[in-house]
């Protein structure tokens, strides 16, 4: 059974930093590539960075280029988001989401494992 379980959100003031940790297990983690999603109340579910497992390619989206960073470390099967420059539009609940897929994908049809979410909440 696949298990996804993110860690570490909570409520940090604009311009703090925080970072998620998502800690896989039931799946070969050095062959997934992936990704972590946001999704604030009341919109769709949205990609935030992304990691591939065969090179290591990484890729966000552009609301966050230069203030999060996304690695991973496969002798302990986890992905990290490192977020910094925190803004309050990065308020939402963030999903980590796992992909057999070769490279990073920014549609949430192509993750075929998905964990709880974990809250991020930025005060202005």
């Known amino acids: 059974q696949v298990q996804l379980v993110e860690s570490g959100g909570g409520l940090v003031q604009a311009g703090g930093s925080l970072r998620l940790s998502c800690l896989a297990s039931?799946?070969?983690?050095?062959?997934?590539?992936m990704g972590w999603f946001r999704q604030a109340p009341g919109k769709e579910r949205e990609f935030v960075a992304g990691i591939s497992w065969s090179d290591g390619h990484t890729y966000y989206r552009d609301s966050v280029k230069g203030r999060f960073t996304i690695s991973r470390d496969n002798a302990k099967n986890t992905v990290n988001l490192q977020m910094n420059s925190l803004k309050p539009e990065d308020t939402a609940v963030y999903y980590c989401?796992?992909?057999?897929?070769?490279?990073?994908?920014?549609?949430?049809?192509?993750?075929?494992?998905w964990g709880q979410g974990t809250q991020v909440t930025v005060s202005s």
């Open positions: 989401a796992a992909s057999d897929g070769l490279i990073v994908r920014v549609t949430t049809i192509a993750y075929g494992y």
């Open positions: 039931g799946l070969t983690f050095s062959r997934h590539t």
